[in-house]
């Protein structure tokens, strides 16, 4: 199916439920295919479903993100259920050093970004897009940021604890990536984030995996559950690559089997790189410790895009604010960075950007929190 097909079936799917919820009908009523798993389980198994996949599409060169768009109406992105907050340990201490962590409730660990100012776009000799441009210092306070990705184990606690269903389970269906001897392709078929990568997958196995298969909204949501909130673009590129001028979180070297989750050989595409991580699509968090970032923080290169609070400005560089910039206050699009385990170019700087109700199974998120005043 190609992507104007894709995107014209899938508007069409949104007038029913629109159509649908206006007549009085629940949401969940219109789901194609329901969760593996009722909500209160962790990892339920269950006989895989047998529905076929689609005709392959046509897979775009990184770093450019998917080519559909398909904005959610806002009324499907509101939670049947009220959000309650885990409990939150109280901060101790203020971030002031490289090397200072702290544990959330929600048993991630932080790494301190202290505060200071650093060049945020394009780095010398990479290459550029007009929405990354120009190049720009920028002043930042001081922070906290997830070491890694949010895992299945955690998002799991989180859907146990509220009942929450995310977008591409209200949906039924999400994108999910079919790798082949050519550029692979993207293919919407039953898919959520429990399974990731199509209606026979599960979790079995993939607990400390990032979770994929998020929305914009759902990532949000489980920040704010865990008392945490999505980072800023700012926040996440010096997260990423420090103040020293790097290219990527580990320095210059180009992406390895030892440093990131990238696009490599064990993928089966034509485009992928002849080195081996070890994982074909996600990898455990913090299974590259030689790509840790100046802070410490981990898989900022590959395994999952992550999403970010930003509403996405094409030019939005060139008004950017010198201190603390939070993005433009409305949009279509939300920000993501970083690359995924189906990316082989990744560059740290470019600023991906999708509709905040588009999912498929290479974005998840992790979260930031400000420090102390």
């Known amino acids: 199916m190609n992507h104007t097909l894709f ?57 450019t993100v998917p080519a559909s768009v398909i904005p959610l109406p806002t009324t499907t992105l509101t939670p049947t259920t009220a959000t309650p907050t885990a409990t939150v340990t109280p901060q101790t201490a203020t971030c002031t050093r490289i090397g200072q962590s702290r ?23 990479e290459v550029t897009y007009p929405a990354n441009l120009p190049a720009h ?8 940021i997830d070491e890694t990705e949010i895992t299945n184990a955690m998002f799991a606690r989180f859907v146990q604890s509220t009942a929450y269903q995310t977008v ?77 001028g790097r290219r990527l979180p580990w320095g210059s070297q180009a992406p390895d089997g030892n440093r990131a989750n990238i696009a490599d050989r064990s993928l089966g595409t034509s485009y992928a790189a002849s080195s081996n991580d070890g994982y074909r699509f996600t990898a455990p968090v913090g299974s590259y410790p030689a790509g840790a970032s100046p802070y410490g923080a981990l898989d900022m290169a590959g395994n999952a895009w992550e999403w970010l609070v930003d509403w ?15 993005g433009l206050a409305s949009g279509e699009f ?36 400000s420090d102390l005043p």
């Open 168 to 244: 591409s389970e209200r949906i039924g269906v999400s994108n999910v990536f079919t790798p082949n001897s050519g550029m692979g392709a993207w293919n919407m078929v039953p898919a959520d984030w429990r399974r990731p990568s199509g209606p026979t997958s599960s979790l079995k196995g993939l607990e400390n995996h990032p979770v994929v298969q998020i929305a914009w909204q759902d990532a949000a949501e489980y920040c704010n559950w865990a008392g945490r909130r999505l980072p800023t673009e700012a926040e996440w590129e010096k997260a990423a690559l420090g103040s020293d």
């Open 7 to 63: 995107s014209v079936a899938v508007r069409i799917l949104w007038v029913v439920l629109a159509a649908a919820q206006a007549g009085g009908c629940a949401p969940g009523a219109l789901t194609q295919v329901p969760p593996t798993a009722p909500a209160g389980l962790l990892f339920a198994t269950s006989t895989p479903a047998t529905t076929p996949m689609p005709a392959a599409g046509v897979l775009p060169l990184t770093p």
């Open 137 to 144: 210092s920028v002043s930042l306070a001081a922070f906290w």
């Open 312 to 326: 996405y400005g094409e030019t939005y560089y060139a008004v950017s604010p010198a201190a603390n910039p939070t």
């Open 334 to 369: 939300r920000a993501l960075r970083g690359g995924s385990w189906s990316d082989l170019l990744i560059t740290i700087t470019y600023r991906g950007h999708h509709a905040p109700g588009e999912t498929n199974n290479g974005y998840g998120f992790r979260c930031a929190l």
């Open 103 to 125: 544990l959330a409730a929600d048993g991630m660990k932080l790494v301190c970004v202290p505060q200071g100012s650093f060049v945020m776009g394009p780095r010398a000799g």
